[in-house]
């Protein structure tokens, strides 16, 4: 580890031993400290990320919690020749991926009603303005772990088959095929954002802590959208991964990158916009 300091933000957000201990622990897993070294001693550290050494322990810690450093007393911390099984990628159709998704969580109904439609729910779901659709929020966990917040809303329609003590027995996945409906098209958009007091105490994650967002419009073999989907996550334990075959790489299937970056204004003849 260089002399320089690599000052950690004092912001809202991930607090500074949890952002140390994501540094550390990024520095083990690419390689950067090796199996069975020592990592920089804990006044290296607090020189290093400009912190405390109440932050430096603590992260490290979390770091010998989680299994990816051994601290030997007298000698130091190094690093544990054991360290944690890599999440390994996975291959699923869509319908695959949701029954994964379902199978290794437990969900929390934390609310379900028929409200008016935001415009911008009504307009991606192709129903009029001021139209009623079922409105579902839930939380799935892993173990004790929160792992992802889902936002949902689906057309009135299915009002009577989605609701808060079905969403208990099933998923809504499984409700729309039960109900005849066929998955034809899938339209996601991926980003990141801030977590808003909610998401922070449903993901217990600080208020500001960086999250995954992944939203989809669900159509039908009709090409009729009949879900808005948002997911929320925390980069901490959840991951996107994207499988591409030969014939879809020039396809948006893989994906594209969009900018939303406001045009400039034209420049008048002066130079002046």
Known sequence: ????????PRTRGT?????????VRESILTGRYPVNAPIPSEEELCNHFGV???TVRRALADLEAEGYVRRRQGLGTFVSP???RGRTATTLSFVEALHKSAEETRVEVISCDTLVAPLRIAQQLHLPPDALAVHAIRLRR???TPVMVTDAWVPERFSQAINAETLKKQAMYEILLGLGIEFGRVIQDVTAVSADPSCARWLNVDIGAPLLRVTRIVYDCARTPVQHLTLTMSPEHSRIVVDMMADSINTLRTGQIV?????ARPKTATGRA
């Open 1 to 8: 580890m260089s002399a320089s300091t690599e000052m950690l």
């Open 15 to 23: 607090s500074l031993h949890r952002q140390m201990f994501m540094v």
């Open 52 to 54: 405390s050494r109440i």
């Open 82 to 84: 054991d360290l944690p």
């Open 142 to 144: 892993i173990e004790d």
């Open 259 to 263: 900018h939303d970056v406001p045009a």
